[in-house]
């Protein structure tokens, strides 16, 4: 339900409803996205993927988006190191993810080339028939103890 209602809020504006408290809010305001006034808020980046974050908690309006450009081109108010600084957050952890990932199939190709040298080195002929002498003695162990009992 949240997810639609800020869909209806960025398509017809927070006071679609004509709502007073929306009309009041400031670009500054708290509930405001700064992220979103810069143009980029890292909630709607990484939708439907394993990075997703979830809906943004706070409000998306083109309205404040204008306000604030206008507010940045007078010089009062700039938020583009906020975001900046998020970014590096996110390629931080982005980076720490691809590393993990990296280390995971490093350590499964390990495994599978362990298995496929052991799988090479039990194949030869000689071992075969080591292998084969084996189980024949076990089989008449097993007859010996059968016989003792």
């Given at each position: 339900m949240d997810a639609i209602r800020k869909q209806l809020d960025v398509l017809m504006g927070a006071n679609r409803n004509g709502d007073v408290r929306e009309v009041n809010r400031k670009y500054y305001d708290r509930d405001v996205c700064r992220l979103y006034l810069v143009g980029l808020c890292p909630h709607e980046l990484f939708q439907l993927t394993k990075m997703d974050m979830g809906p943004c908690p706070k409000v998306h309006s083109l309205q404040l988006?204008?306000?604030?450009?206008?507010?940045?081109?007078?010089?009062?108010?700039?938020?583009?190191?906020?975001?900046?600084?998020?970014?590096?957050?996110?390629?931080?952890?982005?980076?720490?993810?691809?590393?993990?990932?990296?280390?995971?199939?490093?350590?499964?190709?390990?495994?599978?080339?362990?298995?496929?040298?052991?799988?090479?080195?039990?194949?030869?002929?000689?071992?075969?028939?080591?292998?084969?002498?084996?189980?024949?003695?076990?089989k008449e162990a097993d007859k010996y103890d059968l016989a003792l009992r």
């Open positions: 988006r204008k306000e604030y450009e206008e507010a940045k081109s007078k010089g009062i108010d700039n938020y583009e190191r906020e975001l900046e600084d998020v970014i590096d957050k996110l390629i931080g952890e982005c980076d720490r993810k691809i590393g993990r990932a990296l280390k995971r199939l490093e350590d499964d190709d390990a495994k599978a080339a362990i298995a496929i040298s052991v799988s090479e080195v039990t194949q030869t002929p000689e071992v075969l028939e080591l292998s084969k002498e084996i189980k024949e003695k076990l």
